[in-house]
């Protein structure tokens, strides 16, 4: 579990770095200047990512050890809480990419 959850939490961290920087790229060629990485992203789903998800992984290591069917539906709870916040995320990181941005000049 604890190699997953690390696993998870490093594979997560470099997609919400490395998603703005590659949609600042692919916008960059269009004949408009193209937004920087951090216009593109939405810092508060990330805040509630890691607060859910720093949550969740000791909730879980807790119902294990307490052997607790509430607290394990608790901490599955915050953690798909904080899953919908990085979707919520990768939502804004689309709507910003679709918004006009100014002109090249």
């Known amino acids: 579990m604890l190699v997953g959850g690390w696993l998870l939490s490093f594979v997560l961290g470099m997609l919400q770095r490395i998603l ?5 790229m692919h916008l960059a060629g269009r004949g408009r200047r193209a937004p920087t990485p951090s216009a593109l992203t939405a810092e ?3 805040v509630l990512h890691a607060r859910c998800h720093l949550l969740a992984l000791p909730g879980l290591a807790l119902a294990i050890g ?4 509430v607290l394990g539906l608790a901490a599955a709870t915050v953690g798909g ?25």
């Open 20 to 24: 703005p920087f590659l949609v600042s």
């Open 44 to 46: 508060r789903w990330l």
């Open 66 to 69: 307490f052997d607790s069917p």
């Open 81 to 105: 809480l904080g899953g919908l916040a990085l979707a919520g995320f990768f939502v804004e990181l689309l709507r910003r990419m679709r918004a006009p941005a100014a002109p090249a000049g």
